[in-house]
């Protein structure tokens, strides 16, 4: 419902960061039908799309639509947009190549605890988790905060302001249980993807209201 939220919007008023939300919002969506998959037993394929959206692209994604939402220089926006689907490119390549330790699956374990058994300790797409996480979380976090931070000096608008603080409270929820994850306690990482979906959810559906602004809803307050 999200993700088709956004790109309807894209489709009836275009905009890249939103076309770029929404391809990171399906992407999201791929994770959450990965995981149901491999409770019915182990699929390499499966397992391989399960961490290169989850673990890498989601995050990222999602933060690069901010990037063109907020930047005020195309480059920046173009470039940064052209190293992350080179860097995507790359890490897709080394995911299906990698091998993986298919004895250590478990269907009854959640992925997030027993990925670090099935992907080797070294891999170097384990390295490149980091690095994807960080980008995406800190340009959809830190967006969502200076755009709410933006409206709030303002007095724009209050809703967007609570909109965007719960877009950032879904980014930040779902970035730490993905860190407690990449440690082995990942139990939880279900759950907090389905909290920072609805967080999300709920900022993009107050941040996209019709907007009415603080000194308007002050005269018409009984």
Request: glycine fraction near 12%; proline fraction near 4%; charged fraction near 10%.
């Amino acid at each position: 419902m999200f993700a088709v939220s956004v790109v309807r919007r894209y489709l009836q008023r275009g905009g890249t960061h939103l076309l770029l939300w929404g391809t990171g919002l399906v992407m999201f969506g791929i994770v959450g039908v990965t995981e149901l998959i491999s409770t019915f037993g182990w699929y390499p394929t499966v397992f391989r799309l399960w961490y290169l959206f989850g673990a890498l692209y989601t995050a990222a994604w999602l933060g690069q639509g901010t990037v063109y939402l907020l930047s005020r220089r195309r480059r920046l926006a173009v470039g940064t947009m052209l190293v992350l689907l080179g860097a995507s490119l790359g890490a897709a390549y080394l995911v299906f190549a990698e091998p993986l330790n298919a004895s250590a699956f478990d269907p009854r374990t959640p992925l997030g605890v027993q990925f670090r058994a099935v992907l080797p300790e070294g891999s170097t797409v384990r390295k490149l988790t980091p690095v994807f996480n960080i980008y995406g979380t800190v340009t959809l976090v830190g967006g969502a905060l200076y755009s709410a931070w933006l409206l709030w000096r303002k007095e724009i608008a209050p809703g967007r302001v609570v909109g965007n603080l719960l877009i950032a409270a879904g980014g930040l929820s779902l970035a730490l249980v993905s860190t407690l994850a990449r440690f082995g306690a990942g139990a939880l990482l279900s759950l907090a993807e389905l909290i920072a979906a609805a967080l999300m959810f709920a900022g993009f559906l107050l941040a996209t209201a019709r907007p009415v602004s603080a000194a308007l809803a002050r005269r018409v307050a009984p």
